[in-house]
């Protein structure tokens, strides 16, 4: 029997589906994150905002439903994808309504409003306030507006396919976030060259991230095979001159094999956030499990020196570590067995600083229980800085590419610094504190094994520490119960 593998800490639904998250809003010290749910089953569909806060960024509690389709009208099929701004001290929310016409999806876009702490919306009764795609835009691929002020007033951006089958960028403006005009494309697909790694017949999931002098785009790309399958994540570095969006390069942001729709908020303390989907397939049929997806843990978005985008864990994170274990440093080599450690749990955290030395390559793998077959395979090659990150065995993700690989920035170090956190099916991997990666993994419920090895050289383990994860509460109980007597005992 295999263990359902719900994650404890990262967000997930109370039950049925999760994907996207729609609008991320802090307010009273508090990060409320909304989210698309169907609450009628484990799979894709009817969906809704699910609604979660958070004080801490890691232990969640679960709010009613936000917003719902009405049984008719512009959001009858569902309220997907949007975001969620202050106008004037009221909450605004902006999502894409979806109406059926015959078997085509129409998409529009509508607005509601809270007067009650994000508790309760109510939908604005001159919905849509965007009807429909312009000229060129396909009806079915017009989605998740992106809203934001600036110097001219306020702006959204519209994820969108053209009915020439590329991914774009549409740009409204308004003054009063009632009546929108259309400006035009802030980026088409046709501007950048096809090995960017920007090619997709539809553009999902815009955010832009501002860095002072330099903007960052960000774009989830559909992927063209049939079946309509979420691809992978670019983050497009440039700047937003005037109506239009110049790119100077492009970068894959946040290696899979599986992240998603991410969404960007910025702090109150300065931080840039960013929470990401971790998709995961229905449940069979068979199967006890009665939740599917989850979000990634919250990550601090940055530029570095040389102008690409960072990704880390925010240190929000640290506060889950308990019981914590230490290493003694380790040679890694062809002719010695790998280090291990096979008693970690299904939720854990293994931070590791190892000396690459000579060796090809550098091996980390994540085993369960008895399999010798790893799950998660993670493989480090000095001489380019290639990283690669792939699932292997049960997975619940099907369709979906098993692996991810990358080439690494540069560092003052040839050291590689890895943190990996795994919480029951999600595993969370950061490189170098700029690079990360997420993985869904199947679980059969029992003690996992991380083993770390060298490949045609010799490399070092210099330190390495582990840590369960967990609340102070749980340590606390753990405790109180180690000081009661069990029942029978003298």
């Given at each position: 029997m295999h263990h359902d593998g719900r994650p404890r800490f990262h967000l997930t639904p109370p039950a049925n589906w999760m994907n996207d998250p729609?609008?991320?809003?802090?307010?009273?010290?508090?990060?409320?994150?909304?989210?698309?749910?169907?609450?009628?089953?484990?799979?894709?569909?009817?969906?809704?905002?699910?609604?979660?806060?958070?004080?801490?960024?890691?232990?969640?509690?679960?709010?009613?439903?936000?917003?719902?389709?009405?049984?008719?009208?512009?959001?009858?099929?569902?309220?997907?994808?949007?975001?969620?701004?202050?106008?004037?001290g009221i909450p605004t929310a902006f999502y894409t309504g979806v109406e059926l016409d015959s078997a085509l999806r129409r998409a529009s876009v509508c607005r509601a409003t809270s007067v009650d702490g994000l508790v309760t919306w109510v939908k604005d009764p001159a919905n849509p306030c965007i009807v429909g795609s312009p000229d060129g835009i396909a009806p079915d691929a017009f989605r998740d507006p992106f809203v934001w002020r600036d110097e001219a007033g306020w702006a959204m951006l519209l994820g969108a396919g053209t009915t020439s089958g590329l991914g774009a960028v549409l740009l409204y403006r308004s003054m009063d976030l009632r009546r929108w005009e259309y400006v035009g494309p802030f980026l088409r697909g046709d501007e950048l060259p096809r090995a960017a790694g920007t090619d997709a017949s539809c553009w999902e999931c815009p955010q832009l991230v501002r860095f002072g002098g330099r903007d960052v785009l960000i774009i989830s790309l559909v992927d063209r095979t049939p079946g309509v399958r979420p691809s992978h994540v670019m983050a497009l570095i440039g700047r937003a001159t005037g109506d239009r969006f110049v790119v100077d390069h492009a970068q894959q942001l946040g290696m899979g094999p599986d992240f998603y729709a991410p969404a960007t908020i910025l702090a109150p303390d300065g931080r840039q956030l960013l929470?990401?989907?971790v998709p995961e397939d229905p449940p069979h049929s068979s199967s006890r499990r009665d939740w599917a997806g989850s979000m990634t843990f919250p990550r601090v978005v940055s530029i570095t020196e040389g102008g690409d985008v960072a990704l880390a864990l925010a240190h929000e994170v640290t506060g889950l570590r308990q019981k914590e274990a230490r290493a003694r440093p380790y040679l890694l080599a062809g002719n010695r067995p790998p280090w291990r450690e096979g008693s970690l749990g299904q939720r854990f955290e293994v931070q590791a600083l190892i000396e690459v030395g000579d060796a090809f390559e550098v091996v980390v793998d994540l085993l369960d229980g008895d399999d010798e077959d790893p799950q998660l395979h993670i493989g480090f090659?000095?001489?380019?800085?290639?990283?690669?990150?792939?699932?292997?065995?049960?997975?619940?993700?099907?369709?979906?590419?098993?692996?991810?690989?990358?080439?690494?920035?540069?560092?003052s170090s040839r050291d590689?610094?890895?943190?990996?956190l795994v919480d029951g099916s999600v595993a969370e991997l950061e490189v170098d504190g700029q690079t990360m990666a997420t993985a869904r993994l199947g679980t059969r419920g029992g003690q996992r094994t991380i083993a770390v090895s060298a490949v045609g050289g010799r490399a070092r383990i210099r330190r390495l520490r582990t840590w369960t994860l967990g609340f102070a509460a749980d340590e606390l109980s753990a405790a109180s119960d180690r000081a009661t007597p069990s029942v029978g005992s003298p």
């Open positions: 729609n609008g991320l809003f802090f307010t009273e010290g508090q990060l409320h994150v909304f989210y698309q749910h169907n609450p009628e089953a484990p799979h894709w569909g009817h969906t809704h905002w699910g609604h979660a806060v958070s004080a801490d960024l890691v232990t969640w509690q679960h709010l009613p439903l936000a917003i719902s389709p009405d049984a008719v009208g512009p959001d009858s099929f569902g309220c997907w994808s949007g975001c969620i701004v202050d106008d004037g929470l990401g989907w090659r000095p001489c380019d800085r290639r990283l690669s990150v792939a699932r292997r065995g049960i997975v619940t993700v099907a369709g979906r590419s098993a692996q991810s690989a990358a080439i690494l920035p540069p560092t590689l610094r890895l943190r990996i």
